[in-house]
């Protein structure tokens, strides 16, 4: 069949080919990571398989669409409005930021601003994060206004992660107090417990709280925090490393819980 056009399209971190028809229609794509060819008529398949023939690397694996999974169906059923997986980075704090920006000029820093850049800072880390097979959220809204800056999802578990905007201070973390520079000690360990304890009994699992400093100039930890994991912003990624907890097919089924709105309504 003469006039396929290939199409390399990148999604959830995953590279497809797509076939097309030269009106536009999808004849069939090819999953590298899978080394599949999914053919959605079987009519078409040597055509399919010569127009992809200079990008194959090795022997593939050729048939109908896979079935879709509980966890692909419920997302496909999710009306947009309560869909999160959109959200970007601090979404909270830019909604908030285009409804009042605050006075033209100020004496100091409007605070939401330098939020704004560690959740953003750490959210694209996480984002990173997808290739691995890891899902990431953000900005996921709880009821009585709080939210969870980023929710982790993948191999290696689930991780509550909040950030901390620490640029060129220092900060010692003493449990259950955080204090940056020479500013009193917060009692944000607290918070980030709870937020994962939150997390844990919207999604009936374990998350573990982590706490991001973003661009802090000293870290100063006496004595590890109980359950609190501790991190800066160039060891986000660390993370990754993490594995053997949940199968791919637990990670989307628990990813497309927490995507739904709904789920966190109901804490």
């Known amino acids: 069949m003469e006039g396929l056009r290939v199409i390399p399209t990148r999604r959830h971190g995953r590279e497809r080919l797509y076939v097309c028809l030269p009106d536009g229609r999808n004849l069939a794509w090819y999953d590298r990571e899978t080394a599949r060819v999914n053919l959605l008529g079987e009519d078409h398949e040597e055509g399919v398989l010569t127009a992809l023939g200079p990008f194959l690397t090795g022997p593939v694996s050729v048939g109908p669409p896979p079935v879709p999974t509980p966890a692909e169906l419920a997302r496909l059923s999710l009306h947009p409005d309560d869909d999160l997986a959109p959200n970007r980075p601090g979404e909270a704090l830019l909604v908030g930021l285009e409804r009042d920006s605050g006075p033209a000029r100020r004496l100091r820093p409007d605070p939401r601003r330098g939020a704004l850049a560690a959740e953003r800072t750490v959210g694209e880390a996480l984002d ?90 000293a870290v100063t930890v006496p004595a590890p925090p109980r359950e609190v994991r501790v991190l800066t912003d160039a060891e986000v990624e660390t993370l990754a490393r993490t594995g053997g907890v949940l199968k791919p097919a637990d990670v989307e089924a628990l990813y497309a819980m927490a995507r739904d709105r709904n789920t966190w309504a109901r804490l």
Do not use: C, F, K
């Open 128 to 217: 990173r994060m997808d290739g691995a097979g890891w899902r990431a959220l953000h900005s996921i809204p709880l009821p009585g206004g709080d939210r969870v800056h980023h929710l982790l999802i993948g191999p290696g578990g689930l991780y509550a992660v909040h950030t901390l905007y620490a640029r060129r201070r220092r900060v010692t973390v003493a449990d259950p107090r955080v204090g940056l520079g020479r500013h009193e000690p917060r009692l944000l360990l607290r918070r980030v417990r709870a937020d994962a304890d939150r997390a844990s009994h919207a999604l009936t699992a374990e998350v573990r709280p982590v706490l991001v400093l973003v661009g802090a100039s």
